[in-house]
């Protein structure tokens, strides 16, 4: 039905006009980019095979509309094409990019969903920005008189947009500027006269960014260097001039939108070039979502009302550049989740959401399945789970995460106590957190050279925001790693505090720190709903030559006697202080690794027995006594990302 020969040069051509957009970050080591290296593995095509039942095709070059919609006579227009499809019927678009804003309504049925998608090996873009400075970009823009050094604007004026953007050969973020100041600065240090979000004659420049200059219309553009000493290989050094380099600049709010759509599949697929969210849902049921690509701005996916999400193998990418900290979103730009909205029954699975201000809020979903992700550089919030509710039903399992300022954390002010319904919480297991690479938080008040400030330690995997009544937690068999003991000494790494008012179950994990002993601190008073038992603590550096006894304090104390009128073994007594002695444990975070127990270790048949009727899907696995950790002894190990690109403990496979 197709020549294999006409495919592969259709995706060689669909790869020069993407902009080498099928390369992934794993390239050559004699590769170079115009702009800078990519953060991220970027997409490639998918060889998802034609589907039986009926076919039609979509080609934005060679398409007509008013054509018959088959392979040699395929359509143009995505959202024309779409108005004629019936359930069962597949839409297949040709490589290439598509400057349209889609919109699906389509209803679908369970027995006959309509999909959208990709043609076989073919690389395919839906993109909502504006194209002339991706197509043509030496006649897009011009200098700016009397402007800041590199700086340009363009030589047309929009009514919209402007506002976010990417280099197209890397797909690395620009700075969102709302400030002209901040644009032409040539300031790159924190300052106490920096104001939030508001112009100033000071100014403080972020890196590569656009502003839309709502007076005039028109868009501006610096893509100066960065020169703030001990960024070293994570700041900007690339082309500098607009017109020498396609751009993706963002046009419209979203490149995909589904409203009032049922049983829909939408696959291998790029979405780039929003000014709002990559993709909307509305008030819809029962969407697949498999292969995406999503390039966020405000957010990578907003939401509303949705009710069944399946969501697997697709990559979230936010608007964090390599040379982007919490302060440059937060106080100079704008903040947002890669991923939030409302909606029931959602699984995501073996995807990737990376690099943004805060990461994923399930604050107003119901019944959410957060599994086998890998999830890493968010400057600010990890995962949201809000305040306490009366009904949360939320496992977040086999994920591997990584440098967020706060991993799970909660807004809100100190509410009304909530009568959350028996067993309702959020259920945290078998995960490997790991915050040993830090965060960049800020940049220095005066240079600093050695780059510190680039990778602050994070030692809290709990946090909050003004002090609201956490959800329930049930927090086991999970493996932490942090730099060092936990902000005010809290027990395992902040979920031993903020018990208030809740009901916090911590059981066979392993927490293991660098620097510095254990904290023991636990804000849980006696008749407060707090069990915890057989969790692992250690310390690389301090552990070797500890004699004393970390648990004295915590074990003769009232907590404890009280705790056995509900918890008969009283809490903390099966914990141990000991090496878990891993089969590799990097010295330096991001190096090869491997967090299995030894045969030998404590971590082996060393926890304690938690209830049947928490979710586990290795305790099969997990013969004896249940193993402390993530990876119990002896476990084949999981993989996370899409299409399992990263082992467990986040390394591309094959290391």
């Known amino acids: 039905m197709r020549c294999r020969s006409g495919a592969v040069r259709r995706r060689l051509l669909a790869a020069l006009v993407l902009g080498a957009m099928s390369q992934s970050v794993s390239l050559a080591a004699d590769a170079t980019f115009v702009s800078h290296r990519p953060m991220r593995p970027l997409p490639a095509p998918s060889s998802r095979p034609i589907p039986e039942g009926p076919v039609y095709f979509v080609d934005a070059v060679k398409g007509e509309d008013a054509a018959d919609g088959s392979l040699k006579a395929p359509w143009k227009s995505i959202n024309a094409s779409l108005a004629k499809l019936k359930p069962g019927d597949t839409l297949l678009l040709r490589g290439g990019t598509y400057y349209e804003t889609v919109t699906i309504r389509l209803k679908g049925t369970a027995a006959a969903p309509i999909t959208l998608r990709a043609y076989p090996d073919e690389l395919v873009v839906i993109d909502a920005g504006l194209r002339e400075f ?132 939408v696959q291998d697929l790029v979405l780039r070039g929003a000014s709002r969210q990559a993709l909307k849902m509305e008030k819809s049921s029962q969407i697949d979502l498999e292969g995406l690509t999503l390039y966020g701005c405000l957010a990578a996916i907003r939401m509303g009302e949705v009710e069944g999400l399946r969501m697997t193998h697709c990559a979230l990418r936010g608007h964090a550049a390599p040379w982007h900290s919490r302060f440059h979103h937060k106080d100079r730009s704008k903040a947002g989740y ?36 890998y999830f890493e550089n968010f400057n600010d919030d990890g995962i949201e789970p809000g305040p306490r509710s009366v009904d949360m039903d939320a496992q977040v399992y086999c994920n591997y995460l990584s440098q967020s300022l706060a991993t799970f954390t909660a807004h809100g002010k100190k509410p009304t106590p909530v009568e959350a319904k028996p067993g309702s919480g959020v259920y945290v297991y078998r995960n490997v957190v790991d915050t040993r690479k830090g965060v960049y938080i800020e940049p220095p008040f005066k240079p600093d050279p050695t780059g510190a400030f680039y990778a602050k330690p994070v030692d809290m995997v709990l946090s909050d925001h003004q002090n609201p009544i956490q959800q329930n937690y049930y927090v086991y068999h999970n493996t932490f790693l942090t ?66 006894d970390l648990f004295a304090t915590v074990r003769g104390s009232e907590l404890v006697r009280e705790s056995r009128k509900t918890y008969p073994a009283g809490i903390l007594t099966h914990d141990v202080f000991a090496d878990p002695k891993f089969a590799r444990l990097s010295a330096t975070p991001g190096e090869s690794q491997d967090l299995t127990p030894a045969p030998d270790s404590a971590a082996i048949n060393g926890g304690v027995s938690v209830p049947e009727s928490w979710p586990d899907p290795l305790r099969a696995v997990d013969a004896g006594k249940p193993d402390i950790g993530a990876v119990p002894g002896g476990a084949t190990l999981w993989r996370v990302g899409v299409r399992g690109r990263y082992n467990a403990f986040g390394e591309l496979a094959g290391k």
Not at 168 to 178: E, G, H, L, N, T
Not at 224 to 237: F, I
Not at 340 to 345: I, L, P, V
Request: charged share 25%.
């Open 134 to 265: 991706f197509e043509n970009p030496a006649n897009a823009w011009e200098p700016v008189p009397d402007g800041a050094a590199d700086e340009y604007r363009s030589k047309n004026s929009y009514p919209d947009g402007g506002g976010f953007g990417n280099f197209a050969d890397s797909m690395i973020p620009f700075q969102r500027y709302i400030t002209l100041s901040d644009l032409r600065s040539t300031n790159e240090l924190v300052s106490a006269k920096l104001g939030n979000r508001v112009d100033d004659p000071v100014g403080i420049y972020a890196g590569p960014g656009v502003r839309r200059d709502e007076a005039t219309g028109r868009i501006h553009i610096r893509l100066a260097h960065t020169r703030l000493e001990g960024l070293g290989s994570n700041g900007y050094a690339g082309e500098t001039d607009p017109r020498k380099m396609a751009l993706v600049i963002a046009g419209k709010d979203e490149a995909l939108s589904i409203a009032g759509a049922e049983h829909i599949r």
């Open 338 to 373: 890669l991923f939030f909205g409302s909606g029931k029954d959602i699984e995501i699975a073996n995807c990737e959401l990376t690099d943004h201000h805060d990461g994923i809020s399930i604050q107003n979903l119901q019944r959410v399945r957060f599994h086998h992700n």
């Open 483 to 548: 730099p060092q003991t936990a902000w005010r000494d809290s027990y395992a790494f902040g979920w031993g505090v903020r018990t208030a008012q809740t009901t916090r179950r911590v059981f066979n994990n392993i927490c293991v720190q660098t620097d510095g002993l254990p904290g023991m601190k636990i804000s849980a008073t006696p008749g407060d709903d707090f069990e915890a038992d057989g969790n692992l603590f250690w310390s690389v550096r301090k552990g070797p030559d500890y004699k004393g």
